[in-house]
């Protein structure tokens, strides 16, 4: 099947976006299908031409692992299998075949496949029910919920901090166990579905299985998709058919975790539910725990507990208590929607209007709605071609309640009957904000409630349920514009990314009703409902009016721009449904504003635009949500200036000044404003009651806890935080779900193009007389709005607009109030313009293509004076007059300061011939006609600089020419050169005038007469000039009439100018044209500003730190452009850095600004700064921007000096370093400039510094550098680097180390220590970072940058000079390297050997390593009798060493830092480090006096710097959590070890299928400190065929761990033992460490006294016996003084014996954990001499255990079957097996025919297993499948299961009851069987599980006798299927031999010996018996019948006989 796209012309580099389908006609693909894509060069005549093909294997979606697979740059090929060069990009999606069938209300076929691994046979259902459970409502409304364990949340508050682009995500799921499923003999197995990926477990037996599986799924999505994803965990039975093996499921959202502490469950039990039947009740119980672990993040252990076994579900149920879940249905109605948008072509209607039909355009869409929530999709019906449908449909979905699940989606799809329905809108109704635990105000409250009950009805007061309008809710998109081409913004309709535009509203009402039952999914609203409905729709008349003051920080001119207001579809000068308004400003020209931006030029009248739109009264929901914002602003405000306060370090006493300010006014705001009352207010919703209930309690109870606060606290830092949460809560608070209003839209329109746009909320605006608070914040306020560009790919980069602009939106009723809010004064014109054409030397209108006499601006659109009629309510004043638009007339050198006049001289020839003068002799670049240089005048306010000349620096020969060739029908030539050729006609040569600015005057353009005021142009185009020359053949004016309200006063007046002007519509004219005119003729609005003001401003901008690398060589040269309104200044450009510091003040003279000063400083506009690199070839690339307010004086006399402070530069939304600066706008008063600040110092000709008081206060400071070293160059240009050098540089000075000689013997600096004096400034906030730079000392003298980094926060490097360092940075261990180089004594000591063999090897085998391991880990069980006997523990770190605080990063000797290189691009990882820099600061201040002495140097005596050689010992324990690599979702992992050149490779001991390998290796290799400091010590999965994979490794600075004071190269032990496991394995004895401390410290060394049982250090005396006290001495301890000198060594801080757990990474997901690794590490160095022996830590080996398990007897059996005589009766027999050992099933024999339900057996069951005593759990290993290479080991909990069957030789066996017996905690058994019941059975309804009788573990007691009850479960209750007696024995391996038994009777039949069991005689098998079948059964029962029969014969035979023998 071969399907094409279109073609694209003239084009190397096509885009198509077109999708292709294939429809596989329900085969699905198979792994070897594959897709050949072919691109040609299509040609209208002949074949296309083969440009190269790519063949695409669709292997990865046939395996259904992934549903879309995009292909990048794929190559093309040609016929030779040649690459062409050129590359291809598609995306392939395949949606499988689906198991259902779809009607309207499933899932289309397909959209919700699944990928099931592992198997191929089963799929998922297509329909789902989700119900969740989660914290939400209590039970019902007035049933208060108990208050839970854990708060309850109101919002995902910890979503802010994720980064809203896509990244890795690693969710893990572990199944644990089931209990109490339903059903008989089942074979459970557990799907997880997460992200379309499915995994499923194994399958295991009985209703209380045991899983212990893992799944991982890594997805790469954004936050806000990932977090709306869900979980769901289904139970099916793998025995039964397809149709009802679902048994239960629980689905929950990923948010919902990630919500949760550590971002995950651990351990929970889920409370499985049936999704179809919503009365059944718990489906039995599933055992989890779930991570979602994002960027960075660190998976949180899972500990299993001891008392796990008993743990009880209730309790650790994840639902909180006191919820329960409840069924509940979501009624959503769907009333109507409107303003729905074009979505079909109008080609249908164009043809029905060629045939004289009636087309409308209008309704060019068919649109229906999608409700989708929690997996399930309904929708209404459709409703064809209607843009206002109106549907009254009610759609219902059933959930589970609380739910788990945030969002329900509304998208409005266009139907379409061929092609794929495209989406309209979407929006989302969230359930947090629509409902209401009630929890949130009790977690506050909790601790001031005094009752429980208080508390309880509290919050059920304010819970409900979730409600909703009814109320319009708004969809946004893309352009409301309708083409016939592709959107390229349509992703924005389906809610991804912010809308920009609007696309119309749906009117929906939701409600919730609890355990209702729903008859259909869709049904029609009842009329009463939809009446009911009708008064919420009541609309009311609004009126916006937007002034724009400015627009500036236009990066490029180009067409003309124009701005639209647009709120909904009013407004939208594009669409014509809508009445006419004046919602667009005129067109203008943007001038150069002398510097880098352009700006519209409006002067003192500014643009306006009136808008009049009806939407329904929500002014009491706005209200309440301005009052709510207000008041986090204010507090917002306060918080910020507090922790700047913090920052800054001020005085206690003024942070707590500035604390009690915050709270003060927080109370105050809260007290004082009141939220509006909803009494009488129209449209009040349920929601509305509820959300005022809610806010008015948490506003309460935010202002008790202030209160509170505000008494009882001491510390203000701490109390931070809380200040922020309820700042959250105030900002949740007001967001309110039921906002009808649609946003206001403004768009830039250049020419007709839509340009950028900006949403403006309409609260924020919306005027409001309940309060002032319950204004919108901008209100009737200038605002600065920065405009985007529509689904920007780079994220805002450039800013397209900066406006400065006024709006007020308010009912028409207030629209009075305006006047108050107005500035300036308004004047309302009429415009047309006059045309006229230049032909054969005259103006007229003869030569006028195409335009009319009198048009609109645009020229296209006819008009006629007489025509014109004022709106309702207007007249006109004055006649019409010529007024010409000034900011349309933009001369080419407005805005500049220099500018250079240009004209081309022209010549031609014929070829060969003489050089003559061109027909048209002088002419622009363009070829156009131009004046001669003659004719050119100097206008006004400018000067000739120079006479005309020609231009050289082009491509021109030395007289200036250029030449080139005219081909025909061109007359100029296309392309020109230098050099003059004889074939050349034609030739031109750039002539040039510089001119320069003097004065601001320019030519006053008086009002001009009618006959004046032209403007021309020499194409009919957009740029006009004013004076008229020769080139021109087209000119036009503009007529304006003013027109004046004839009733109103004030500004108000203006909202009253609705609908157009009168238009000329000619009779003949059909409506189309009509429309066309709609909406191009009305009214323009302009603001008049009768004064301005003259303000000076001045920015000063001291440095930046932190910014991007924008440059090859790691730096960027960086300048930036200061824009304030139309003014815009650039600093100087900083060459190589990223902390550059100008140090200038960039002064603004005379800006003038319109308006009130009052409102400019309560207001004023921002300073906007973009920050640019500079590069000497090509564009300068931007580096981000910031902005800045400025401080506003209206009296520069007022000495108040602005204060430096750091401002944010962002770039593409993300942080892109910091500028420090501050700016002042002061106010000019006309008469005395003298009041103005002095002018600042000067430095060079123009460039001005930041003056002192502004400037930061410094200090002369010292910078030791230690510079120890570099490591892990890099090669730089392909080679390596080999003698490199540092540079320091900080504060404007800098220093270099000596250069390494030879970087690859000795990497570390011959001499290690730097001083830098520099000027700091005190304030720690100002301080410049220390740039550190190596660079190589290469041939030549070239000296390149290899690496750089910068450090930026120096505060962790200052210190006291004088203070004597208790732990002077100097290394004990290097010190100690240092002062035994010579000869090394090792004493042994002789000791006797006090144990014997024996005694060692009892020992060994009741304790070894692992025993003190898991002793350590508060595992008890495992570690047998370890503790008891006073061995020693060890540390377990849960993370690496370095991460541990108290050994401060093993970085107290030296740091390392990273170095860089390269620029940062635009992705999101780091720029690549390329090597480390190994050293560390001191910084103090020194005295300003040159007579102080220096303070004491701080680096000293320094370890020896060169290599040596060490021993390293690496013990690896085990792995945790691995990422799984084959498709099994196993691993087999091995370790590999790299050091330096070696490496270790441990693949033969490979751990076969496990996630958790138990390695317990010791590796040893010997290398070099400090070139082979790292250590890596990698996991790889073994793969017999193919490569084998590397699951994560883990790097270790072995370097860090030699110099580090800490000693962390062989941690202390507890004891000093010189034998046993914890045989002292250190090179030195504690006695020589301990003298080496002291040494280091510089303290004298240790005394020891006496026998060495006392001794003192540093002052203090130990004793022995205060250490040993409590402890048991054993015989393995050496001498005391050695001990005690130990005991005082672990009182030093140094390392004690660990084993860390270091987290394994992978370079595929850099950031996320592939698991953990348990480890440690010694180092010893070798000219110490040899260590002590090393640990033995092999795993621990299973032992071999024997069960065996006698049946005696059964009884009360169920019987079964009836025989032929009609008795009931069994054919009995046991079944037994071990769970995890299901092949080793074992049977008895058959007791026949049992009448009574008794059985006889004496038959003896063996199950063989291998068991860990110390864990207590069975190890099983079995390989999956035939074909696995490896058995697979499973630890499952000892079990025994019991099954009685009954017998049938035609037909399966009857199942008749089970018992599960755990082994560890056995159920004592009954000693008769009359006591043997149900009730024993845990988790059985009376059961005594509630008394807990101690367990008893059958391997403690060996042996068990006595009678247990089986159960079978009937119509899902249990009930009793038999009795059995047995005898449960343990038995290892050597009493087996000893006492041995043989299985069923068989010999060696003893131990005890089993006799032939004792059955009646009625027990046997029929067709083996045959006598026996005569005897007991058919002589039994039939025997009268038999004789009498037999009688009968005997009585016919003797009358036969009889009358035989009588006579005849």
Known sequence: EKKKTKAVDNELNPVWNEVLEFDLKGSSLDASSFINVVVKDYETIGKDKFIGSAKISLRDLASGQVKSLPFKNVPLINEKQQAVGATINLLLVYEPLSSTTPNLNDQPAGDMSHVDAGVSDEDDEGEEDVEGGGPGAPTSPNQPGKPSHKPIRLSRKRHRALANKPQDFQIRVRVIEGRQLPGNNIKPVVKVNVCEQTHRTRIRRGNNPFFDEMFFYNVNMLPSELLDESISLRVYDSFSLRSDSLMGEFKLDVGYIYDEPGHAIMRKWLLLSDPDDSSSGARGYLKVSIIVLGTGDEPPTDRREISEEQDDIESNLLLPAGVTMRWATLNLKVYRAEDMPQMDDAFIQSVKQVFGGDGDRKNLVDPYLEVSFAGKKLRTKIIEKNANPEWNQLISLQVKFPSMCERIKLTMYDWDRLTKDDAIGTTYLNLSTMSSSGGEIEDKRAENCNTVSELSSEASEVGFLPAFGPCYVNLYGSPREFTGLPDPYEELNFGKGEGVAYRGRVFVELSTQLDGKVDKNVDDISSDDILVAQKYQRRRKYCLCAVFHSACMLQEPGEPIQFEVSIGNYGNKLDSTCKPLSSTTQYSYAVFDGNHYHYLPWADTKPVVILTSYWEDISHRLDSVNILLFIAERLESHLTSLKTAILAKVSETRLAEIWLKLINHMIEDLNSFQLPELEGQP?????????????????????????????????????????????????????????????????????????????????????????????GKHCGQTQTIFMQYPMDKNKGVKIPVQLRVNMWLGLSAHEKKFNSFSEGNFSVFAEMYENQAHVIGKWGTTGLVGRHKFSDVTGKVKLKQERFLPPRGWEWEGDWFVDPERCLLTEADAGHTEFTDEVFQNETRFPGGEWKPAAEPYTDVNGEKTQSPREFECPLGWTWEDDWSFDSNRAVDERGWEYGVTIPPNDKPKSWVAAEKMYHVHRRKRLIRPRKKISDKTAATERQEPGEGWEYSSLIGWKFHRKERASDTFRRRRWRRKMVPSDRIGACAIFRLEGALGVDIDEKASKTDAAKVFGANTPTVSCHFSRSYFYHLRVYVYQARNLCAMDKDSFSDPYVHVSFLHLSKTTEVIRATLNPTWDQTLIFEDIEIYGDPQTIARNPPDVVLELYDSDQVGKDEPMGHCTCPPVVKLNPS????????????????????????????????????????????????????????????????AIEVLTWGLRNMKTYQLATVSSPSLIVECGGESIQTAVIKNFKKNPNFPGSILLLKVLLPKEEMYTPPIVLKVIDHRPFGRKPVVGQCTIDCLEQFRCDPYRINSEVCMSARVAMIAAAQGDVVIDIEERPIMITELQAEKEAEAVDWWSKFYASVGEQEKCGPYLKKGYDKLQVYDSELEKVAQFQGLTDFCSTFQLQRGKTEDEEDDPSVVGEFKGSFKIYPLSDDPGVPAPPRQFKELPESGPQECLVRIYVVRCINLQPKDTNGMCDPYIKITLGRKTLDDRDNYKPNTLNPEFGRMFELSCFMPQDKDLKIAVYDYDLLSRDEKVGETVIDLENRLLSHFRP????????????????????????????????????????????????????????????????????????????????????????????????????????????????????????????????????????????????????????????TGENMSDIYVKGWMPGMEEDKQKTDVHYRSLDGDGNFNWRFIFGFD??????????????????????????????????????????????????????????????????????????????????????????????????????????????????????????????????????????????????????????????????????????????????????????????????????
């Not at 059975?1881 to 573990?1897: E, F, I, Y």
Request: with cysteine; glycine share 6%; charged share 25%.
């Open 1609 to 1764: 190269c062989c941690g202390l032990p507890q004891t000093y033992c010189v034998s046993g496991i914890n045989r002292w394995r250190d090179q030195l004895k504690p006695s020589q460490i301990l003298h080496n401390v002291a040494r280091v410290r510089s303290v004298p060394p240790a005394r020891i006294e006496g026998d060495g049982s006392s001794l003192s250090f540093s002052g203090k005396q130990y004793n022995l016996q205060d250490f040993e006290a409590n402890t048991v001495i054993h015989p393995h301890l050496g001498p005391a003084t050695e001990r005690l000198a130990l005991h005082v060594l672990r009182n030093q801080g140094l390392v004690p014996e660990h084993v860390e757990t270091r987290t394994l990474c992978n370079s595929h997901q850099p950031n996320l954990s592939q698991g953990q690794i348990q480890m440690w590490v010694d180092i010893f160095p070798k000219s110490l001499g040899l260590p002590g022996p090393p640990c033995d830590i092999i795993p621990r080996k299973a032992k071999k255990y024997f069960l065996r398990a006698i049946i005696w007897n059964t009884t009360d059996v169920t019987l079964d079957e009836t025989s032929i």
């Open 1198 to 1261: 007022v000495a108040v000096s602005p204060k430096l402070l750091w401002f944010p530069v962002t770039k593409k939304g993300r942080s892109a370093g910091q500028v420090l600066l501050a700016a002042e706008l002061l106010l000019k008063d006309k008469v005395n400039d003298g009041d103005l600040p002095l002018v600042p110092p000067r430095r060079g000709e123009r460039l001005y510094m930041v003056p002192q008081g502004i400037r930061p206060v410094v200090q002369l400071t």
């Open 683 to 775: 449209n009040v919703t349920v929601l509305d009651l509820q959300m005022k209930n809610l806010r008015d309690a948490a506003v309460k109870s935010i202002t008790r806890m202030a209160s509170r606060m505000r008494e009882e606290a001491t510390d203000v830092k701490a109390t931070v935080g809380d200040i922020e949460d309820w700042l959250d809560r105030i900002k949740q608070l007001a967001d309110e779900p039921q906002n009808s209003m649609p946003d206001v839209i403004i768009w830039m329109l250049r020419g007709e193009r839509r340009v950028a746009f900006a949403r403006v909320p309409a609260n924020q605006i919306l005027y409001s007389n309940f309060s002032e608070q319950s204004r």
């Open 1811 to 2008: 068991y860990l005593p110390a864990e207590q759990l069975c190890v099983v290993s079995r390989k999956q499948h035939f074909w696995n290479l490896d058995k697979t080991e499973f630890r499952i909990p000892p079990k025994l299961i019991i099954q009685i069957w009954d017998n049938d030789k035609f037909s399966l066996d009857d199942y008749l009851g089970s018992v599960e017996l755990d082994l560890v905690n056995l159920i004592p058994p009954a000693k008769s069987p009359e006591k043997c019941n149900l009730k024993m059975l845990p988790g059985m309804a009376g059961s005594a599980s509630s008394k807990k009788p101690l367990p008893n573990s059958l391997f403690s007691q060996k042996s068990a006798r006595g009678w247990w009850p089986c159960a079978i479960e009937q119509d899902g209750k249990h009930v009793l299927g038999g009795k059995v007696e047995m005898t449960l024995e343990i038995v290892e391996e050597k009493e087996m031999e000893e006492r041995p038994a043989g299985k069923g009777r068989d010999e060696p039949n003893m131990n005890p010996k089993l006799d032939q069991p004792n059955r009646p005689d009625t027990s046997f098998f029929w067709f083996t018996n045959p006598c026996k079948t005569m005897k007991f059964i058919i002589w039994r029962r039939f025997r009268w019948i038999f004789i009498l029969t037999i009688i009968l014969l005997l009585v016919i035979l003797f009358l036969g006989i009889l009358f035989y023998s009588l006579p005849v």
